[in-house]
Protein backbone atom coordinates (compact mmCIF):
# COMPACT_ATOMS: atom_id res chain seq x y z
CA UNK A 1 0.00 0.00 0.00
CA UNK A 2 1.09 3.27 -1.00
CA UNK A 3 1.55 5.76 1.76
CA UNK A 4 -0.54 8.98 1.09
CA UNK A 5 0.89 12.21 2.07
CA UNK A 6 -1.28 14.51 3.77
CA UNK A 7 -1.54 18.16 1.57
CA UNK A 8 0.41 20.85 1.85
CA UNK A 9 -0.69 24.26 3.29
CA UNK A 10 1.09 27.89 3.49
CA UNK A 11 1.38 29.40 6.39
CA UNK A 12 1.05 33.41 6.95
CA UNK A 13 1.71 34.59 10.18
CA UNK A 14 0.26 38.74 11.50
CA UNK A 15 2.79 39.47 14.02
CA UNK A 16 1.38 42.79 15.32
CA UNK A 17 -1.70 44.48 15.22
CA UNK A 18 -1.48 46.80 12.38
CA UNK A 19 0.92 44.75 10.39
CA UNK A 20 0.01 42.20 7.78
CA UNK A 21 0.19 38.62 7.41
CA UNK A 22 3.66 37.32 6.52
CA UNK A 23 4.71 34.09 4.56
CA UNK A 24 6.22 32.02 6.91
CA UNK A 25 6.73 28.51 5.75
CA UNK A 26 4.42 25.48 4.94
CA UNK A 27 3.49 22.48 6.73
CA UNK A 28 1.21 19.04 5.93
CA UNK A 29 -1.95 18.81 7.66
CA UNK A 30 -5.20 16.48 6.83
CA UNK A 31 -7.62 19.68 6.84
CA UNK A 32 -7.87 23.13 7.05
CA UNK A 33 -8.55 22.66 10.91
CA UNK A 34 -5.62 20.76 11.73
CA UNK A 35 -3.28 23.25 9.79
CA UNK A 36 -4.19 26.11 11.95
CA UNK A 37 -3.18 23.98 14.95
CA UNK A 38 0.07 22.29 13.25
CA UNK A 39 0.71 25.95 12.09
CA UNK A 40 0.28 27.47 15.66
CA UNK A 41 2.61 24.71 16.79
CA UNK A 42 5.24 25.00 14.35
CA UNK A 43 5.48 28.69 13.88
CA UNK A 44 4.43 31.12 16.64
CA UNK A 45 6.08 28.70 19.39
CA UNK A 46 7.92 31.89 20.52
CA UNK A 47 4.84 34.09 20.87
CA UNK A 48 5.79 35.53 17.00
CA UNK A 49 1.85 35.96 15.97
CA UNK A 50 -1.13 36.90 17.15
CA UNK A 51 -3.21 35.92 13.65
CA UNK A 52 -2.50 33.13 11.78
CA UNK A 53 -3.72 32.26 7.98
CA UNK A 54 -3.64 28.44 6.28
CA UNK A 55 -4.03 28.32 2.81
CA UNK A 56 -4.07 25.44 0.18
CA UNK A 57 -0.70 25.20 -1.74
CA UNK A 58 -2.47 24.10 -4.41
CA UNK A 59 -4.89 27.41 -4.03
CA UNK A 60 -1.81 29.61 -4.95
CA UNK A 61 -1.02 30.25 -8.27
CA UNK A 62 2.41 31.43 -8.54
CA UNK A 63 4.31 33.60 -11.26
CA UNK A 64 7.11 31.21 -13.27
CA UNK A 65 10.62 31.84 -13.23
CA UNK A 66 9.98 31.61 -17.15
CA UNK A 67 8.16 34.36 -16.96
CA UNK A 68 10.53 36.52 -15.23
CA UNK A 69 11.71 39.09 -17.89
CA UNK A 70 8.20 39.35 -19.53
CA UNK A 71 7.23 40.19 -15.50
CA UNK A 72 9.38 41.70 -14.43
CA UNK A 73 12.08 43.35 -16.04
CA UNK A 74 9.94 46.12 -18.41
CA UNK A 75 9.81 48.02 -15.12
CA UNK A 76 13.47 48.45 -14.73
CA UNK A 77 13.70 51.01 -17.03
CA UNK A 78 10.73 53.18 -16.18
CA UNK A 79 11.95 55.88 -13.59
CA UNK A 80 9.33 57.88 -13.72
CA UNK A 81 7.35 55.39 -11.91
CA UNK A 82 9.44 56.18 -8.64
CA UNK A 83 7.82 58.91 -6.56
CA UNK A 84 11.30 61.28 -7.06
CA UNK A 85 10.26 63.83 -9.41
CA UNK A 86 9.19 66.02 -7.01
CA UNK A 87 10.11 68.41 -4.21
CA UNK A 88 9.41 67.54 -0.80
CA UNK A 89 8.11 71.02 0.48
CA UNK A 90 10.00 71.97 3.55
CA UNK A 91 8.65 71.07 7.11
CA UNK A 92 6.44 68.50 6.13
CA UNK A 93 7.93 65.89 7.91
CA UNK A 94 5.47 62.81 7.24
CA UNK A 95 4.64 62.24 3.63
CA UNK B 1 0.32 14.63 55.86
CA UNK B 2 0.04 18.24 55.07
CA UNK B 3 -2.96 18.42 52.28
CA UNK B 4 -1.59 20.81 50.45
CA UNK B 5 1.62 18.53 50.20
CA UNK B 6 -0.39 15.33 49.12
CA UNK B 7 -2.30 17.55 46.53
CA UNK B 8 0.90 19.14 44.95
CA UNK B 9 2.38 15.70 44.66
CA UNK B 10 -1.13 14.27 43.03
CA UNK B 11 -1.40 16.37 40.14
CA UNK B 12 2.34 17.12 39.97
CA UNK B 13 2.33 13.41 39.54
CA UNK B 14 0.03 13.11 37.19
CA UNK B 15 1.82 15.59 34.66
CA UNK B 16 4.80 14.32 35.36
CA UNK B 17 3.96 10.44 33.88
CA UNK B 18 1.93 11.98 31.29
CA UNK B 19 4.39 13.82 30.07
CA UNK B 20 7.03 11.02 30.09
CA UNK B 21 4.71 8.78 28.51
CA UNK B 22 3.49 11.49 25.41
CA UNK B 23 7.23 12.10 25.24
CA UNK B 24 7.51 8.75 24.04
CA UNK B 25 5.91 9.77 20.92
CA UNK B 26 8.91 12.04 19.95
CA UNK B 27 10.35 11.06 16.32
CA UNK B 28 7.62 8.22 16.54
CA UNK B 29 4.38 10.17 15.42
CA UNK B 30 2.89 9.50 12.30
CA UNK B 31 3.69 12.74 10.66
CA UNK B 32 6.05 15.25 11.75
CA UNK B 33 3.83 17.89 12.86
CA UNK B 34 2.07 15.51 15.12
CA UNK B 35 5.08 15.14 16.53
CA UNK B 36 5.68 18.60 17.47
CA UNK B 37 1.87 19.26 18.45
CA UNK B 38 2.71 15.91 21.20
CA UNK B 39 6.09 16.79 21.87
CA UNK B 40 4.21 20.25 22.64
CA UNK B 41 1.85 18.99 24.96
CA UNK B 42 4.32 16.80 26.73
CA UNK B 43 6.25 19.80 27.73
CA UNK B 44 3.27 21.62 28.76
CA UNK B 45 2.90 18.65 31.13
CA UNK B 46 6.20 18.54 32.08
CA UNK B 47 6.07 22.29 33.29
CA UNK B 48 2.99 22.11 35.10
CA UNK B 49 4.72 18.91 36.93
CA UNK B 50 8.04 20.74 37.94
CA UNK B 51 5.85 23.57 39.46
CA UNK B 52 3.77 21.33 41.41
CA UNK B 53 6.45 19.25 42.47
CA UNK B 54 8.60 21.90 43.55
CA UNK B 55 6.35 23.41 45.63
CA UNK B 56 5.40 19.85 47.09
CA UNK B 57 9.21 19.57 47.83
CA UNK B 58 9.41 22.80 49.75
CA UNK B 59 6.04 21.96 51.69
CA UNK B 60 7.60 18.48 52.68
CA UNK B 61 10.23 20.62 54.06
CA UNK B 62 12.77 17.26 53.41
CA UNK B 63 15.25 19.13 51.38
CA UNK B 64 13.67 16.96 48.32
CA UNK B 65 13.56 18.88 45.00
CA UNK B 66 11.34 18.69 42.17
CA UNK B 67 14.54 16.41 40.60
CA UNK B 68 14.47 14.59 43.72
CA UNK B 69 10.74 13.52 44.01
CA UNK B 70 11.02 12.88 40.11
CA UNK B 71 13.96 10.52 40.18
CA UNK B 72 14.68 9.04 43.34
CA UNK B 73 10.91 7.82 44.31
CA UNK B 74 9.78 3.84 43.73
CA UNK B 75 6.88 3.48 42.08
CA UNK B 76 5.07 2.90 45.53
CA UNK B 77 5.80 6.04 46.32
CA UNK B 78 4.05 7.64 43.15
CA UNK B 79 0.42 9.05 43.30
CA UNK B 80 -0.59 9.11 40.08
CA UNK B 81 -3.80 7.80 38.55
CA UNK B 82 -3.16 5.16 36.17
CA UNK B 83 -4.70 6.30 33.15
CA UNK B 84 -1.26 8.42 32.69
CA UNK B 85 0.85 5.19 33.42
CA UNK B 86 -1.00 3.30 30.72
CA UNK B 87 0.65 2.38 27.42
CA UNK B 88 0.69 4.39 24.83
CA UNK B 89 -0.66 1.91 22.21
CA UNK B 90 -1.68 3.14 19.14
CA UNK B 91 -2.09 6.69 17.98
CA UNK B 92 -6.22 6.20 19.06
CA UNK B 93 -5.52 4.96 22.09
CA UNK B 94 -2.86 7.66 23.37
CA UNK B 95 -6.09 10.31 21.84
CA UNK B 96 -8.42 8.26 23.73
CA UNK B 97 -5.89 8.85 26.90
CA UNK B 98 -5.11 12.42 26.11
CA UNK B 99 -8.79 13.64 25.68
CA UNK B 100 -10.50 12.34 28.94
CA UNK B 101 -7.32 13.46 30.29
CA UNK B 102 -7.35 17.03 29.09
CA UNK B 103 -11.39 17.44 29.82
CA UNK B 104 -10.64 16.24 33.40
CA UNK B 105 -7.67 18.85 33.80
CA UNK B 106 -8.64 21.73 32.31
CA UNK B 107 -11.65 21.82 34.88
CA UNK B 108 -9.34 21.03 37.55
CA UNK B 109 -7.15 23.72 36.94
CA UNK B 110 -10.03 25.86 36.30
CA UNK B 111 -10.89 25.24 39.67
CA UNK B 112 -7.87 25.69 41.14
CA UNK B 113 -7.27 29.28 40.21
CA UNK B 114 -9.51 29.80 43.15
CA UNK B 115 -8.06 28.13 45.52
CA UNK B 116 -6.82 29.45 48.79
CA UNK B 117 -3.36 28.40 48.33
CA UNK B 118 -1.96 31.58 46.49
CA UNK B 119 1.03 29.28 44.32
CA UNK B 120 -1.50 26.52 43.75
CA UNK B 121 -3.81 29.32 42.04
CA UNK B 122 -0.98 31.01 40.21
CA UNK B 123 0.06 27.41 38.80
CA UNK B 124 -3.69 26.43 37.72
CA UNK B 125 -4.07 30.36 36.48
CA UNK B 126 -0.91 28.89 33.97
CA UNK B 127 -1.99 25.16 33.51
CA UNK B 128 -5.80 25.65 32.60
CA UNK B 129 -4.67 27.37 29.13
CA UNK B 130 -2.66 24.89 28.21
CA UNK B 131 -4.86 22.39 28.97
CA UNK B 132 -7.73 23.99 27.02
CA UNK B 133 -5.22 23.19 24.16
CA UNK B 134 -4.08 19.99 24.58
CA UNK B 135 -8.13 18.90 24.93
CA UNK B 136 -8.95 21.32 21.46
CA UNK B 137 -6.16 19.03 20.00
CA UNK B 138 -7.34 15.52 21.61
CA UNK B 139 -11.10 16.11 20.71
CA UNK B 140 -10.25 17.07 16.90
CA UNK B 141 -8.61 13.43 16.66
CA UNK B 142 -11.25 11.94 18.13
CA UNK B 143 -13.84 13.15 15.52
CA UNK B 144 -11.51 12.81 12.87
CA UNK B 145 -10.54 9.17 13.72
CA UNK B 146 -13.63 8.31 15.31
CA UNK B 147 -15.73 9.62 11.80
CA UNK B 148 -13.45 8.51 9.95
CA UNK B 149 -12.56 5.42 8.15
CA UNK B 150 -13.92 2.15 9.20
CA UNK B 151 -10.53 1.25 10.10
CA UNK B 152 -9.89 4.40 12.28
CA UNK B 153 -13.52 3.97 13.38
CA UNK B 154 -12.81 0.78 14.94
CA UNK B 155 -9.54 1.99 16.44
CA UNK B 156 -11.17 4.90 17.79
CA UNK B 157 -14.04 2.63 19.92
CA UNK B 158 -11.66 0.25 20.64
CA UNK B 159 -9.61 2.76 22.07
CA UNK B 160 -12.46 4.27 24.25
CA UNK B 161 -13.20 1.21 25.31
CA UNK B 162 -10.37 0.09 26.41
CA UNK B 163 -9.72 3.68 28.43
CA UNK B 164 -12.81 4.37 29.73
CA UNK B 165 -12.51 2.18 33.32
CA UNK B 166 -9.99 4.00 33.89
CA UNK B 167 -11.54 7.49 33.86
CA UNK B 168 -13.15 6.97 37.21
CA UNK B 169 -10.47 6.88 39.54
CA UNK B 170 -9.93 10.71 38.31
CA UNK B 171 -13.21 11.53 39.95
CA UNK B 172 -12.33 9.16 42.92
CA UNK B 173 -13.55 10.71 45.95
CA UNK B 174 -11.24 10.50 49.40
CA UNK B 175 -9.37 11.58 52.44
CA UNK B 176 -7.42 13.91 50.33
CA UNK B 177 -10.45 15.16 48.12
CA UNK B 178 -12.45 15.55 51.23
CA UNK B 179 -9.83 17.74 53.42
CA UNK B 180 -8.48 19.71 50.24
CA UNK B 181 -12.20 20.79 49.95
CA UNK B 182 -12.80 21.54 53.38
CA UNK B 183 -9.88 24.22 53.42
CA UNK B 184 -10.87 25.77 49.95
CA UNK B 185 -7.44 24.10 48.42
CA UNK B 186 -8.73 22.49 45.33
CA UNK B 187 -12.33 21.48 44.28
CA UNK B 188 -13.22 17.77 44.88
CA UNK B 189 -13.01 16.27 41.15
CA UNK B 190 -15.98 13.95 41.45
CA UNK B 191 -18.19 17.05 41.63
CA UNK B 192 -17.33 18.49 37.92
CA UNK B 193 -18.00 15.03 36.85
CA UNK B 194 -21.30 15.56 35.25
CA UNK B 195 -20.10 18.52 33.33
CA UNK B 196 -17.00 16.27 32.02
CA UNK B 197 -19.12 13.77 31.12
CA UNK B 198 -21.36 15.90 29.44
CA UNK B 199 -18.49 16.85 27.01
CA UNK B 200 -17.21 13.87 26.70
CA UNK B 201 -20.68 12.69 25.58
CA UNK B 202 -20.77 15.04 23.25
CA UNK B 203 -17.48 14.80 21.31
CA UNK B 204 -18.13 11.28 21.47
CA UNK B 205 -21.70 11.26 19.41
CA UNK B 206 -20.13 13.79 17.06
CA UNK B 207 -17.34 11.08 16.41
CA UNK B 208 -20.02 8.40 16.13
CA UNK B 209 -18.57 6.61 18.78
CA UNK B 210 -20.39 4.78 21.55
CA UNK B 211 -19.59 5.78 25.40
CA UNK B 212 -19.32 2.55 27.02
CA UNK B 213 -21.29 1.46 29.86
CA UNK B 214 -19.68 1.91 33.53
CA UNK B 215 -18.46 -1.13 34.97
CA UNK B 216 -15.12 -2.35 36.16
CA UNK B 217 -13.42 1.42 37.58
CA UNK B 218 -9.37 0.30 38.57
CA UNK B 219 -8.10 2.29 40.91
CA UNK B 220 -5.02 2.78 43.53
CA UNK B 221 -2.61 5.06 41.28
CA UNK B 222 -3.51 7.64 44.43
CA UNK B 223 -2.63 5.12 46.92
CA UNK B 224 0.60 3.98 45.39
CA UNK B 225 -0.94 0.92 43.74
CA UNK B 226 -0.02 0.90 40.60
CA UNK B 227 0.04 -1.25 37.12
CA UNK B 228 2.90 -3.20 36.07
CA UNK B 229 3.43 -0.55 33.25
CA UNK B 230 4.58 2.52 35.70
CA UNK B 231 7.60 0.43 36.93
CA UNK B 232 9.02 0.35 33.25
CA UNK B 233 8.26 3.85 32.96
CA UNK B 234 9.96 4.61 35.83
CA UNK B 235 13.34 2.47 35.31
CA UNK B 236 13.44 4.29 31.74
CA UNK B 237 12.77 8.13 33.15
CA UNK B 238 15.30 7.51 36.33
CA UNK B 239 18.06 5.75 34.83
CA UNK B 240 20.37 8.08 34.11
CA UNK B 241 19.89 9.89 37.55
CA UNK B 242 20.82 6.57 39.57
CA UNK B 243 23.21 5.94 37.67
CA UNK B 244 24.80 8.89 37.38
CA UNK B 245 23.86 10.73 41.21
CA UNK B 246 23.22 14.58 40.81
CA UNK B 247 24.19 14.24 36.48
CA UNK B 248 24.16 18.03 35.13
CA UNK B 249 24.50 19.11 31.61
Request: with cysteine; net charge negative.
Amino acid sequence: MSRQQWPLWEVFVRARRGLSHTHVGSLHAPDAELALRNARDLYTRRQEGVSIWVVPATAITASSPDEKDAFFDPAADKVYRHPTFYEVPEGVAHL
Amino acid sequence: MNPTYALALRHGDDALIAAQRLGEWVARAPELEEDVALANIALDQLGAARLLLSYAGELEGAGRDEDALAYLRDDREFRNCLLVELPNGDFAVTIAKLFFLAAYQRRFYERLCSSTDARLAAIGAKARKESAYHLDHAALWVLRLGDGTAESHRRMQAAVDEIWPYTHELFAADELTRQAEEQGLAVASHTFRPEWLAEVDAVLAEATLRRPDDNWAPGGGRDGLHTEHLSYLLAEMQVLHRAHPGARW
